[in-house]
């Protein structure tokens, strides 16, 4: 066997930590990086002709640049407008371009009986993660926490029908944090396949969806080690699917020696504290990030069943002792850099 060239070693390893596919230095791979939706987006299109591809890439940065003031909760725009007629408990006619976001996740929460909450905007609010400004302590009282977690704001409490919301709860408040990276970009890979291409990465913060190839062989990616700064394991990708990593990491404070993280268990209204990531592999962006949310609050005792119910196939937990929680179709795909502490390995999906 021929050794690596020491320089393709290192790219891989670049490519790896930026979890995204990379070039190879003779191929034919174009990129472009904006921030948009609260995050780094990194775009690469492979075997297009560089106009098409810089087309396409500034339709997708003017697409996305839209839907961050669309959705977001905590700036003036239609979701914040959104939130304040529910809070009247008012029947009126729903955004049309919200609607199909809100459809689906109304539908997405129903299946995961509720662990995915994305009308728990007062509660992030509560905790401090709705801005853009770095989380701080100390966390709040626990009698604000209980008076929210007790009026129980859930999807089933709107009724979405010919294009009009009306909301029975007045707690419930939409914060999309939980699904827009991943609505947003199946939108974008849709908005490049119209442009004619077959072959490209959209990586939204290391959360990402694939289409194609890398040229002569799959797309390769890496996940985060929760607990580290390099990689945990790489997987390849192959004909269109998305990888989205819901982590303890990435928002979070500390005070007085607890972590206090961003994905808050709509049950207890605390951070969710069984696990410390969790990675799915699913063809559509929108589910894999609803589910990676979702089965983060599940933790090792649920996740089995919620991942069946909303038809996910692929799902690597990492808990706090390291030991890693998969189905079987995952450990064929994950290669790990380093042999973990200890693997559980649960029944087929
Ligand atoms: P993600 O990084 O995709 O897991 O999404 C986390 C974000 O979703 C948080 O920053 C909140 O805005 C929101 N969120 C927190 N907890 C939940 C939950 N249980 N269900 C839905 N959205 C949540
Ligand atoms: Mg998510």
């Known amino acids: ?73 905590w700036q003036p725009g239609t979701l914040q407008e959104t939130n304040r007629r529910l809070a009247m408990l008012e029947t009126f006619p729903a955004d049309t ?53 007790s009026q129980a704001p859930s999807v089933t409490d709107i009724t979405l029908q010919d294009g009009q919301l009306q909301n029975r709860n007045p707690a419930v408040r939409y914060d999309l944090g939980g699904v827009a990276k991943g609505f947003a970009v199946d939108r974008g890979i849709e908005l490049l396949q119209t442009h004619g291409i077959d072959n490209a990465i959209l990586n939204a913060g290391g959360d990402l969806r694939a289409i194609g190839r890398h040229g002569g062989r799959p797309w390769r990616i890496g996940i985060r080690d929760p607990r580290g700064t390099g990689v945990l394991a790489s997987i390849e990708l192959d004909g269109g699917e998305s990888v989205f990593t819901s982590g303890d990491y990435e928002r979070f404070f500390d005070h007085e020696g607890t972590r206090y993280h961003h994905i808050i268990d709509p049950r207890t209204g605390y951070p969710a504290d069984a696990v410390t990531s969790v990675t799915v592999i699913h063809p559509d962006a929108t589910t894999a990030d609803v589910a990676a949310t979702a089965l983060f609050v599940a933790g090792p005792e649920l996740w089995e069943s919620i991942a069946r119910q909303l038809g996910i196939r692929y799902v690597m937990l990492v808990d706090h002792a ?28």
């Open 97 to 149: 371009d919200l609607l199909p976001l809100l459809r689906e996740s109304n539908r997405l929460s129903r299946l995961s009986n509720g662990l995915f909450n994305p009308v728990i905007g007062e509660l992030v609010a509560l905790w401090g993660f709705h801005s853009d400004a770095r989380p701080d302590g100390p966390p709040p009282g626990d009698d604000r926490i209980q008076a929210l977690v």
């Open 1 to 73: 066997m021929v050794p690596a060239h020491p320089f393709r070693a290192s790219l891989l390893l670049v490519c790896l930590l930026l979890k995204a596919g990379c070039s190879q230095p003779e191929n034919p791979a174009q990129h472009r990086q904006f921030f948009a939706l609260g995050t780094l987006i990194d775009l690469t299109i492979y075997g297009s002709d560089t106009t098409t591809a810089g087309l396409a890439a500034t339709e997708l940065e003017q697409l996305f640049t839209r839907l961050h003031s669309d959705w977001h909760a």
């Open 322 to 349: 390291g030991t890693i929680h998969m189905n079987p179709a995952m450990q064929q795909r994950v290669r790990f850099d380093n042999a973990p502490a200890a693997i559980r390995l649960s029944k087929p999906l």
